[in-house]
């Protein structure tokens, strides 16, 4: 049973993806951008996270952490960049 729900969990994250993703290649603006790409950023953290399940090896919260960490870091310095001007 666990199988299946980390099965249809994996699909739904994937399947979540895609519009992230076109979402940053297609945004109307720079701060639509960084926003999905933060989504896109959390799907990629939870899809690790949910093959760190599915393997029983836990060597893979060490990867979403640091995935978690740049994530975070690279938006604050978008948010920067968006607040300073450098989007005109």
Sequence with gaps: MIELAIDTTMMVLMASL????IRV?????????VIALDVAASIVVAIILVH????GSLYYLTA???V?????LGT???ALYIRRGGAS
Excluded at 18 to 21: G, K, V
Excluded at 52 to 55: A, E, G, P, Q, V
Aim: proline share 11%; aromatic share 4%.
């Design 18 to 21: 895609i519009p992230a993703l």
């Design 64 to 66: 979403a952490t640091v």
């Design 52 to 55: 760190s399940i599915r393997s």
């Design 68 to 72: 978690a960490l740049v994530a975070f």
């Design 76 to 78: 604050v310095a978008l």
């Design 25 to 33: 290649i297609k945004g109307p603006s720079l701060p639509d951008r």
